[in-house]
């Protein structure tokens, strides 16, 4: 399995970013995928998380402000982020998970300029 994350860059607060998480591999295998973030000195926290069969859980500090979605085939996972704000700036993950194993992708920078 093979995650890649793209989309990331600089932005002002108030404004918008798509991220796109590209996979490849055994992606029939996964219970569910995942965003995460990790800022500088800061642990990596789970931002959203899309299991299989539809559901969706949010970071209490991104509800109602980024939404996570897939494409039919399971491809590419997306997170439409909007009204960022700088506490939103870290590198982003993207993860999959099956029953056996956690895969992660490469980070991609987001960085919101306030």
């Known amino acids: 399995v093979q995650l890649q994350a793209s989309g990331g860059g600089l932005v002002q607060a108030g404004g918008s970013l798509r991220l796109s998480c590209a996979a490849s591999g055994n992606i029939r295998s996964f219970n569910a995928m995942a965003w995460y973030r990790q800022a500088p000195g800061k642990q990596r926290e789970r931002v959203a998380i899309l299991s299989t069969v539809g559901t969706t859980v949010y970071a209490d500090s991104v509800k109602g402000r980024f939404t996570i979605s897939r494409d039919n085939t399971w491809n590419t996972l997306y997170l439409q982020m909007s009204s960022l704000k700088a506490e939103d700036t870290a590198v982003y993950y993207c993860?999959?998970?099956?029953?056996?194993?956690?895969?992660w992708g490469r980070g991609t920078q987001v960085t919101v300029s306030s």
């Open positions: 993860n999959a998970v099956d029953a056996n194993s956690a895969y």
